[in-house]
């Protein structure tokens, strides 16, 4: 009795905990199984474009997600030591900085990033397509990092109101052994993993909602033509939109349902590759809350 | 039905983990039993299994034999509930934020309390009718009251809940009355005060109490003040032995013997002419607007520079929240700014001395600190081994050099295991070592000490008291506040005593 109580018990708490896991699994066997139709029943330049498209979107987002920790870790640390090490000038200055960015709209400030990328695409500077994937990602992940920066200074703060902080420093350990080691790696790990996830979620959304934004036409020279092809810049176009437009047929026509899954494969694909993917990204974050107790 | 001698098998786990295998535990009715032990051992675990008060769906738990929800439904439970009280360690999760404390102390059974005001004067020393209503009329949140007017309020409760009990003639069941860690926010005095209002009412008509604690200095008081009903006294430890949990008699005399002998051998030598100060204070400073004043005399007529001398222990003495914790951040650098002026060795501090010197020359080289809350200042999701990784010393701490250094304040056989054990997973008595051992590896000129027994069982506490001793003789100034006072006063003499002031 006792043995079955206690296995019904780890086999709640590894449902419980493992929902991150779970998720991760179904995004992974859901874009297989999409694949997998898409093989038998999808055009080969259409499937080739989605599959640019998709690994694209999700190098753009993984980028996003290197140079947000990065620039986060940079800018968070920065400003600590700054603070304390009394440089009162510079560390109002950085935090100025800071919030003048922080200030900024992303979809704007993303929108004028795009404007100085094509005006060095039209100049032939970046000429390589990963090099312009990689320029494009730096710019989500300058009005995207904030987040980071803001979580790590969190953390310390959070750190520094226990004795934690200075029972070490008083112990001679090195600051940044407290702030990366014992802070951040051993005590924040669950919260950065989170906080990336979430990232990658938002760097995906900001991709596509940029993309379509300029395919609808911002300027003759800020098109999407001009950037490499992304899940949004397919989104956009003139058939996929059409795809989309077709699911609204089987509210008057049930029968067409099976329609969808044939003729207009091409948008429904991209439709079902954002949301089912946000869905997954915004699932895995909370299951890992969830599991570390964030 | 009235229950004789409780007598408990408890077996308590998590998640498949047995962490309390304790057997016969027993409560002799009509006496008042100690519960002794280090912090997180499971004092407090079995006293709620005894109550009914786990939950079974958190914890797998068997009393004598029978699952809990069997346990917790039968007759006898729910008598030792309705007739008894249990005071819960910490004050602030017994009370109800949305009622007032007086409301509270008016609320279920304790609503038939005739005269309440009696428990509430002798627990208020001093205070009138107004001076009560105003503590009364409070919410206990968010901030007021304070920690030690709580604890109190709880303390009120279940002193009137004893008064309350039914006549002897009456043979209605009896109650079993719980104080969990029931000084943990009290003074000295106060505690003793606690004590003697506890006793009093046990002089007059014995009742069945269990008292959680692991303030040794608790069976000072209560020797030497209730020796006549000594004999209805129980003293039990509870202690980890080779992994397993242990329960034995607690000779009274095994503590007042050793703080006397400790009083005898003191030496304290301040007297000692060779003995140069290497650090010292002034008496005046002022941290965060605040004035403080480092005496003598327990008045504070006297300033006086505060002067830790090489190889002698300095106790600093005051009422919880006058500052002392504040003071030693303070000397520590950790709190910058304001009036502050200090000598360490040859080196001059202020409060404007750099963050960058601090680093250099004098955390964990020439003055260290152990804090006072070993949860907050230890890295839980750190190995024993990896706490202490990154220490300033002059040789690597390899595996034999941690092991023989962690022996002197752990069993020679348990260093092993613990080495590689997540700190969270020690209990509160290994954490609070490992905290001070952390800051004894390190060889500088004094050491800062911040409630260094707390939470610790009477063989641990012997052993830091020795490990000081040793870090004496090798030369290093000790400043201690603490407010175990009978220990310190003994080991730092009258000599070494300081008293710290809120200045006008």
Redesign the interface.
């Known amino acids: 009795m006792?043995i079955a109580?206690?296995t019904m018990?780890?086999i709640r708490?590894a449902f419980l905990s493992s929902q991150h896991a779970r998720w991760a699994v179904l995004w992974f066997a859901g874009m297989a199984v999409l694949l997998g139709w898409d093989l038998l029943f999808l055009n080969r330049p259409a499937l080739a474009q989605i599959q640019t498209a998709l690994l694209n979107s999700l190098v753009g987002g993984f980028l996003v997600v290197l140079f947000s920790m990065v620039l986060g870790w940079l800018s968070a640390l920065g400003l600590h030591y700054l603070e304390?090490?009394?440089n009162r000038t510079s560390y109002l200055l950085l935090t100025f900085s800071l919030n003048l960015l922080r200030s900024l709209p992303q979809i704007i400030g993303i929108l004028l990033g795009y404007v100085v990328l094509t005006i060095l695409i039209l100049q032939d500077v970046l000429r390589a397509p990963i090099l312009q994937v990689v320029s494009m990602s730096f710019v989500v992940s300058l009005f995207v990092f904030l987040e980071v920066s803001d979580l790590i200074r969190e953390r310390i703060g959070h750190y520094r109101a226990?004795?934690?902080f200075?029972?070490?420093?008083?112990?001679?350990?090195?600051?940044s052994?407290i702030i990366n080691?014992?802070i951040l790696r051993?005590?924040s790990l669950a919260h950065l993993v989170h906080k990336a996830v979430a990232v990658f979620g938002m760097a995906v959304f900001l991709q596509c909602s940029i993309d379509f934004i300029i395919s609808v036409g911002l300027s003759t020279e800020v098109s999407s033509t001009n950037f490499p092809a992304t899940l949004g810049s397919v989104l956009a176009r003139m058939d996929s939109k059409q795809d989309i437009l077709a699911i609204g047929m089987v509210f008057t026509d049930v029968s067409y349902i099976t329609a969808l899954a044939f003729r207009h494969l091409q948008g429904i694909n991209i439709a079902f590759i954002i949301v089912f993917t946000l869905v997954c990204t915004y699932n895995i974050a909370n299951g890992l809350v969830r599991r570390y107790h964030l | 039905m009235v229950i004789n001698n409780l007598s408990f098998d408890i077996e308590i786990a998590a998640e498949g983990k047995l962490i309390v295998d304790i057997r016969d535990f027993s409560l002799e009715r009509g006496r008042v039993t100690f519960l002794l032990g280090e912090s997180g051992i499971g004092k407090s675990l079995i006293s709620r299994a005894l109550y009914g008060l786990l939950d079974p769906a958190e914890l797998t738990v068997t009393v004598n034999s029978r699952p809990y929800p069997e346990y917790t439904a039968g007759e006898s439970v729910r008598e030792i509930q309705r007739q008894g009280f249990f005071v819960f360690q910490e004050p602030s999760s017994h009370l109800n934020p949305l009622m007032t404390l007086g409301d509270q102390l008016r609320e279920g059974t304790l609503a038939r309390a005739t005269d309440r005001s009696e428990v509430l004067h002798a627990l208020w020393e001093g205070a009138d009718e107004r001076d009560l209503g105003s503590i009364l009329d409070v919410y206990p949140k968010p901030y007021r009251p304070s920690g030690g007017e709580k604890q109190r309020i709880l303390l009120a409760m279940a002193l009137e809940k004893i008064d309350m009990r039914p006549p002897s003639e009456d043979r209605s069941p009896e109650g079993l009355f719980v104080f969990d860690e029931p000084s943990g926010s009290l003074d000295n005095h106060y505690r003793n005060l606690f004590l003697d209002l506890l006793f009093d009412r046990f002089r007059k008509r014995p009742f069945t109490a269990l008292v959680i604690t692991h303030d040794y200095s608790m069976i000072s008081r209560v020797t030497r003040t209730n020796w006549d009903v000594m004999d209805r006294v129980d003293f039990r430890e509870l202690a980890r032995r080779r992994g397993k949990l242990v329960m034995n008699d607690f000779e009274p005399r095994t503590y007042t013997g050793w703080v006397e002998g400790l009083r005898r051998s003191t030496e304290s030598g301040l007297d000692d002419p060779d003995r140069k100060p290497v650090l010292v204070v002034e008496p005046f400073l002022e941290v965060f607007g605040r004035r403080l004043v480092v005496t003598r005399d327990v008045e504070g007529q006297q300033p006086a520079r505060l002067t830790v001398p090489r190889g002698a222990m300095v106790y600093l003495k005051a009422p919880s929240g006058t500052g002392k914790t504040t003071l030693v951040k303070r000397v520590m650098g950790l709190i910058p700014g304001g009036t502050f002026e200090a000598k360490l060795k040859d080196i001059r501090l202020t409060g404007t001395t750099p963050r960058t010197f601090w680093h250099e020359r004098i955390w964990g080289r020439s003055m260290t600190m152990v804090f006072q809350h070993a949860d907050e200042a230890l890295n839980l999701h750190s190995t024993m081994r990896e706490t202490l990784l990154g220490l300033p010393v002059r040789e690597p701490l390899t595996t034999e050099r941690m092991t023989r250094l962690a022996g002197e304040l752990f069993d020679g056989d348990e260093v092993g295991d613990l080495l590689g054990k997540k700190v969270r997973m020690l209990s509160g008595g290994q954490k609070q070592r490992l905290n001070l051992l952390r800051a004894l590896a390190l060889l500088t000129d004094v050491l800062i000490l911040d409630e260094p027994l707390n939470g610790l069982d009477f063989e641990s506490s012997t052993r830091v008291i020795d490990m000081l001793h040793r870090k004496m003789h090798a030369g290093m100034g000790l400043l201690v506040i603490s407010h175990n006072e009978e220990i310190f006063d003994a080991l730092a003499g009258v000599d070494g005593t300081y008293y710290l002031h809120a200045g006008q």
């Open positions: 006792k109580a206690n018990a780890r708490l304390q090490g009394g226990l004795d934690f200075d029972a070490m420093l008083c112990c001679g350990i090195k600051e052994r080691t014992e051993k005590n």
